[in-house]
């Protein structure tokens, strides 16, 4: 009889496979090959009714918040994130709880005979993100769930997840990241990820820029869509931060106003995504099926969110955050001197070498008395010389030090403040938060 360890390395062997494929930073504007994957296993994407999100940051905070709000309300769910941290098993929850390595296994071999065929019969072979959304569609329809909640892979219109037929869409703020494929301002970026908005859906609209608000609004009108904008139709309307995270006063399209809910995550940014996030769970459950807010309490107060200003260490504090891109690493600054006031943090980083370096370098300077550049294990990690010589034209070469890992880069780091007053935060990419869950938690 096979044992959870027996599971787990095929878990790693069925990664290996799943990466040997076209990358996920590489993707194909295609959903041929996913269609016809979904087709073959009996419309496994259309089992289930969706909440389908996209946006530049927030995605897989606010489908977390969405998943812990309606489950809270008794709806069986099945949740999608992308990309993961530790392991692949963490994108897809049933429940909130991640699949285990033996149902992925199970699932991965029950798919893998049409993946086969799409290959064979296909002018492309399907890439690493298609085959594995092939299998998270069946994994979350074999589950019989009540919805799932879906956050795109990368941009939106061409993205795999992007055949369902979703009820509702959400869209977090847009900015700039991934140019290369998906528009070089955010007004091309906003006209790929409104894509999602499907005809007759309702879609729900995080506060958004001048440039980004007109390309949603004419992907609403052309599709006869419904949007609830935040500011307008949806708002935090009251916030107090708190050791534990903040309580929120948060007032929905009906015109209910939840108040004093408590939700374990740090920053205005948070408070943010969980109003889109209740506002999505309305508009999913629809006039019939108000929220109660009792639910609602709970739903709240039981969201988390890793890898996202996720405490990891007390002695020193130490922070774990996954930005990786300018906008993201702004907010998480903000965040930080609120979360953590009089906290001096000396920086651990790493970033992707497609990504603006000198941009989040930038945003974090005001918060980090010094930074320690690595690189991480990704092939894709910018190479800690390069890194370095980028952070010392951001925060002077007498603030910059380097370490050849992240682990190492951490102990040091850790090694140089002390309680109570110094701290460290890792982040920079999605791959340094990760690994340092992994070394840390």
Do not use: C
Not at 13 to 40: G, K, T, W, Y
Not at 178 to 200: D, M, N, V, Y
């Amino acid at each position: 009889m096979a044992t959870e360890t027996d599971w787990y390395r095929e878990l790693l062997d069925i990664e290996q496979e799943l990466l040997s494929r076209v990358p996920e930073s590489a993707p194909q504007p295609s959903l041929d090959r996913v269609r016809a994957l979904a087709d073959l296993m009996g419309g496994t994407h259309r089992a289930y009714p969706v909440i389908h999100l996209t946006g530049t940051n927030g995605k897989t905070s606010t489908s977390r918040i969405i998943e812990a709000i309606l489950r809270a309300h008794g709806l069986t769910t099945g949740t999608f994130t992308s990309p993961h941290l530790q392991s692949l098993v963490e994108r897809v929850s049933i429940d909130g709880r991640p699949l285990s390595a033996e149902r992925f296994v199970r699932t991965y071999r029950k798919v893998k005979p049409f993946i086969d065929e799409v290959d064979r019969t296909q002018s492309l072979t399907m890439s690493y993100f298609e085959a594995f959304i092939g299998v998270v569609f069946a994994a979350l329809a074999e589950a019989r769930i009540d919805v799932g909640v879906i956050e795109v892979g990368l941009g939106g219109a061409w993205d795999a997840t992007n055949i369902v037929d979703s009820a509702v869409a959400v869209i977090t703020p847009i900015d700039l990241d991934h140019q290369k494929f998906l528009g070089s301002t955010t007004a091309e970026i906003a006209r790929e990820k409104a894509g999602i908005i499907k005809p007759g859906s309702a879609a729900v609209i995080a506060r958004q820029t001048n440039e980004v608000r007109p390309v949603l609004t004419a992907r609403v009108t052309e599709v006869g869509a419904t949007a609830w904008w935040e500011g307008e139709d949806f708002a935090v309307i009251a916030r107090t931060p708190t050791d534990f995270g903040q309580v929120l006063d948060l007032k929905m399209p009906s015109g209910t106003i939840f108040r004093d809910l408590e939700l374990p995550l740090h920053g205005a940014h948070q408070a943010q995504n969980a109003a889109v996030a209740l506002a999505a769970a309305e508009a999913f459950l629809g006039p019939n099926r108000a929220l109660d807010p009792e639910h609602v309490t709970a739903g709240i107060a039981a969201a988390t969110s890793p890898g996202r200003l996720e405490v990891v260490g007390s002695h020193p504090l130490t922070v774990i955050d996954a930005a990786h891109n300018p906008a993201g690493a702004h907010t998480t600054a903000r965040a930080l001197g609120e979360a953590f006031p009089g906290i001096r943090f000396v920086g651990v980083v790493s970033i992707l070498g497609d990504k603006d370096a000198a941009g989040i370098l930038r945003e974090l300077e005001p918060v980090l008395d010094t930074v320690i550049v690595t690189a991480n294990t990704s092939p894709r990690a910018l190479p800690a010389a390069r890194l370095a010589a980028i952070a010392s034209d951001v925060f002077g070469p007498e603030r910059v030090r380097t370490e050849a890992t992240v682990e190492s880069a951490i102990a040091a780091a850790r090694q140089g403040v002390s309680a109570p007053s110094g701290g460290v935060l890792i982040t920079g990419s999605i791959v340094t938060a990760g690994e340092a869950r992994t070394l840390l938690s």
